[in-house]
């Protein structure tokens, strides 16, 4: 097992990973690579692959990486917990953990998952589910709060739970927007260079 800080990643279930203040893969658990081949991420999701890389280039798309990238800076600058819902699919199985980024010393986080749901399905259904159209979500381009339906602002992690971001098949497109208190933050520190 890697450990960082004297600090194990424990338990035989446990499904984890560190990253450095850098955003590199730094250790995970020991749980890791068992749940890796189980699910064929072998050998592209195995440690040995990913550590000392950047999480977020292992994401495939900006959009998440956009979000994640976002999720690590408030859980540093916070010094609190971010949890929230995602899928973790194979072809043949649906599964909805629940993902916690914590805070560490030195701006290391943890991201600890935790098994919710698991339900088989026909493999066949896999490819109809990508090919679903999604509309597009607006972010605040300054503090990185969610547009909910409605037109409300949202802080990122409540709105990610709310509407099972990351359980969709595919996440919609982000356009970027200003929400309006950093609106007026933001006039308000352009009048003051005027």
Known sequence: MKTVSNIELDGPNTRAYRIDAADNIACVSNAWDSFAKDNQGMPSCSFSNLEHKNILSEFADVETRMIYRTIFSKVRSSGHSITFQLHCDSADTIRVLKAT??????????????????????????????????????????????????????????????VDLFQQSTLPQISHGICPTCKISFLNSIRKII
């Not at 986080?109 to 109809?128: C, M, Y």
């Open 101 to 162: 980024v914590i805070p560490l010393p030195l701006n290391w986080i943890e991201v600890r998952f935790e098994l919710i749901e698991e339900k088989r399905r026909d493999p066949d259904v896999v490819q109809q589910l990508y090919g679903d159209a999604h509309g597009i979500i607006t972010m605040c381009s300054y503090c990185g709060d969610l547009k909910d339906n409605q037109g409300n602002w949202q802080a990122i992690e409540t709105e990610i739970t709310k």
